[in-house]
């Protein structure tokens, strides 16, 4: 049995080195006596696992002092509760809807206050990234929200946009860690791990020290409230103990490859094999506008339902899983996040034109 290329938006691959790190210390934890999955949080060695994680986060996103780093669960669905829970003083704020994870996010911050959509591409399927240069921000708006790569529809924000000096939230589930980001631009970032990082059941959010307050909507259970965790170090509670763990083992493997920079690069080279043949191909298409091309979500048609089953039914075939799209829009979608070796994406790629030289 070998491994397959799995091209799931998530979960995702994970870095083969780091699996075979973590089977090796699975019975014993470093002359522990135990597994990760068995210590208390409270012990001294977890507390070295959760303490270094967090270290290596930092150093690979420079992310300022003033901004705190918390392991959460929940999923990113939560957050969407979490972020106006936590931010909305004024009970309003403003959504750029820019696909679904967008609209979820929207539709529950309608719940707790006034969320105006104040931009959106469903207009042609979220197949670009709105115009952000100078929108009808709202004056009193606690927050300007985005999902900065759009998992679903692959269209990534290239630049972010004009908040008229409110703070940004940002969705970065499917691209935290994919490239350099600059944290001070933004007051509230946050991403669930698995799609570029761990096992579901950690989402980790980084947020600056004065958005963390008491002054939460009323109601706003414990567990949802920031400061109840950024007063505890992520452990108000049993964290998702071992997701962080192997999280920051894929912490130190982007480290030793050279950090967020040369992870970039890895990531466009990876896309441009795969958007470079899309665009030459006369059988498959790429559905996003170029400018607004994602380098981790890669979707894909070739325009007739029963072609694209075929070549998702052969690619599986090939070792080459999960290409189907969303089921909200079809077609085919490759993943190609961190972990995605370029030999993937290259089998990927190879496939795809014989598959065209077959089906045409
Ligand atoms: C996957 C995803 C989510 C949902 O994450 P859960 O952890 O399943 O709640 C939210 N936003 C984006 C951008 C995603 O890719």
Request: overall charge negative; aromatic content about 10%.
């Amino acid at each position: 049995m070998g491994r397959i290329y799995n091209f799931s938006a998530g979960p995702a691959m994970l870095p083969v080195e780091v699996l075979k790190e973590a089977a090796e210390e699975m019975l014993d934890y470093k002359g522990s006596g135990m597994s990760v999955m068995e210590m208390s949080h409270r012990s001294k060695v977890y507390e070295g696992i959760i303490q270094e994680a967090e270290k290596d986060l930092r150093e690979l996103m420079n992310i300022p002092d003033n901004y705190k780093v918390l392991f959460l669960q929940g999923g990113a669905s939560q957050q969407f509760a979490a972020v106006p829970m936590n931010l909305m003083k004024n009970k309003v704020a403003d959504y750029i809807i820019t696909g679904q994870w967008a609209k979820k996010a929207y539709q529950e911050a309608a719940l707790y206050g006034k969320a105006n959509a104040i931009a959106s591409s469903a207009d042609k399927t979220f197949s670009y990234i709105p115009d952000c240069s100078d929108l009808p921000i709202s004056e009193d708006a606690d927050y300007v929200y985005i999902c900065e790569n759009n998992t679903i529809y692959g269209t990534k924000f290239k630049s972010l946009p004009n908040t008229k000096g409110k703070d940004l939230v940002a969705d970065i589930s499917s691209c935290i860690l994919s490239e350099p980001i600059d944290v001070t631009k933004y007051g509230l970032l946050f991403g669930g791990v698995q799609k570029n990082v761990g096992p579901a059941g950690v989402v980790i959010a980084i947020i600056r020290e004065d958005l963390i307050t008491e002054d939460t909507l009323p109601g706003t259970p414990t567990m949802l409230k920031y400061k109840t965790h950024a007063d505890n170090a992520s452990l108000y509670n049993t964290p998702p103990a071992y997701g962080i763990y192997i999280c920051g083992k894929v912490f130190k493997w982007i480290k030793n490859m050279g950090g967020l920079e040369a992870m970039k690069e890895k990531n466009e080279i990876k896309a441009k094999l795969l958007y470079d043949y899309l665009d030459e191909s006369k059988l498959f298409k790429g559905t996003v506008v170029k400018e607004d091309r994602s380098l981790m979500n890669v979707p894909f048609v070739t325009g007739n339902e029963e072609l694209d089953a075929k070549f998702v039914k052969e690619a599986k075939a090939a070792g080459l899983e999960n290409l189907k799209g969303h089921r909200s829009v079809g077609g085919m979608r490759a993943s190609i996040y961190n972990a995605m070796p370029y030999e993937g994406v290259e089998a990927l790629v190879k496939f795809m034109r014989k598959f065209e030289a077959e089906n045409l």
